[in-house]
């Protein structure tokens, strides 16, 4: 275990609470402080449980401590799997004073966190993100929720989490593919809030690739700060905060074309993001050079930057239609005013969109 160890803040009045980050945190970071009654609940996938199930109890020692491990994958975060929760919280006589736990990725975290807010109507929950998608993320901000077959995320509820406890040593055990995909959300707080950034990122990028713990201990550390900044301003997503969903929209309207199957979600984003910035770019808001430099670091993480082939413009629109953006039926897009500074508009040409995506779809 090194010595480093960061907290950030999420400001949010009495709901405020801290991210630790750092090698070794799970053991580090006093978890059992931050559990207010006597019951537990574990909940993790078949994947992770056996990696760090066991780390996790050892901290625990004392609470009573039941486990739900879940089947792994993106197709199974629904309402059946989420009354899994239920039941075993149901069964085990859990009451309002219970804390549940998400131990895993951004599946697990979304998932156990709408099962806290449901569960009577309200208990704590603890988020220990171990996949780097959602140790910058997801289980920052309170986003909870599981898909519909018709749309991703569709039911869920904004709850914020008693602490997030980042251990980036559970990086190690992450696959390649996975881990580009936490990349690709790591870039997006560089292109939304933060070009310096953008530009470390540029420079530092074979280092993070090689999991070196100091760049990634401040990867990690400047995404969280970045993400609570934006969710402190803006907790509900009344506004600001859609800038988050950069490349988003058009991100989950590949997923759910590909029923959650094909691609992995920082995938999908990291496609939106190019298909966002090129609308920029038709906008005349975004740079030409820029929207390359965004080209060439995605694909130097093993990204996408085209949507998938057999994707048409048609199918875009059809199920851009139910994003959660869209008010009062007008589609609204996050795109880019330059690197570092994202907007949310539906001012957007429609022209230029039906041209970005007939473009973008063909050329794959
Ligand atoms: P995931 O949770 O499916 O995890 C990816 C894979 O990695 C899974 O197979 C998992 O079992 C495995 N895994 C996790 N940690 C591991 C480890 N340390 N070692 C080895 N394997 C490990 O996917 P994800 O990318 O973490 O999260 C994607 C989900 O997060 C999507 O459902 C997306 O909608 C959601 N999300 C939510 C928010 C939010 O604000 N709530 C933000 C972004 C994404
Ligand atoms: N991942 C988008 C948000 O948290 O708002």
Redesign the pocket.
């Known amino acids: 275990m090194t010595a480093v160890s960061k907290q950030v803040q999420v400001q949010l009045g009495d709901r405020s609470y801290p991210i630790y980050i750092g090698s070794g945190e799970i053991q580090r970071a006093d978890i059992a402080s931050h559990i207010c009654g006597q019951k537990v609940l574990i909940v993790s996938?078949?994947?992770?449980a056996p990696?760090?199930l066991e780390l996790v109890e050892k901290q625990l020692v004392g609470k009573q401590v039941d486990k739900v491990i879940l089947a792994?994958?993106?197709q199974f975060?629904n309402l059946d799997n989420l009354n899994l929760i239920f039941d075993q919280l149901i069964t085990s006589h859990h009451d309002r004073k219970t804390t549940l736990i998400a131990l895993?990725?951004?599946?697990?975290?979304?998932m156990t966190?709408f099962a806290a807010a449901c569960y009577q109507r309200g208990v704590a929950f603890i988020q220990i993100?171990?996949?780097?998608?959602?140790q910058v993320?997801?289980?920052?901000?309170?986003?909870?929720?599981v898909?519909h077959a018709m749309g991703?995320?569709m039911i869920?509820a904004f709850y914020q989490p008693q602490a997030v406890i980042i251990d980036t040593d559970?990086?190690?055990?992450?696959?390649d593919r996975?881990f580009n995909?936490?990349l690709a959300?790591v870039i997006k707080y560089g292109l939304i809030v933060d070009a310096d950034f953008f530009v470390w990122l540029e420079n530092n990028l074979e280092a993070l690739l090689n999991r070196d713990q100091q760049a990634l201990a401040y990867a990690v550390e400047l995404s969280c700060i970045s993400k609570s900044r934006v969710v402190a301003a803006d907790e509900t997503e009344q506004g600001v905060r859609a800038i988050?969903n950069l490349g988003?929209t058009f991100g989950?309207a590949i997923?759910t074309f590909q029923q959650?199957k094909d691609w992995?979600?920082?995938e999908a984003?990291a496609a939106g993001m190019v298909m966002a910035a090129e609308l920029s770019v038709m906008a005349g808001d975004l740079c030409s050079a820029d929207l390359a430099r965004i080209k060439n670091l995605l694909t130097a993480c093993s990204l996408p930057i085209a949507p998938p082939s057999g994707m048409a413009a048609d199918d875009f629109m059809r199920l851009m239609v139910r994003d959660k953006k869209v008010l009062d039926g007008q589609l609204r897009l996050v795109l880019l005013e330059s690197l570092g500074s994202a907007c949310v508009s539906d001012q957007f040409s429609t022209a230029d969109l039906d041209e970005m995506l007939n473009k973008t779809c063909i050329s794959v």
């Open positions: 996938n078949e994947t992770i990696l760090y792994d994958g993106e975060k895993g990725g951004g599946v697990i975290g979304d966190g993100p171990t996949t780097l998608l959602a993320d997801s289980s920052v901000g309170g986003k909870t929720a898909n991703k995320n869920g559970t990086l190690s055990t992450l696959p996975e995909a936490g959300e988050l988003h989950h997923e959650y992995i979600h920082g984003v």
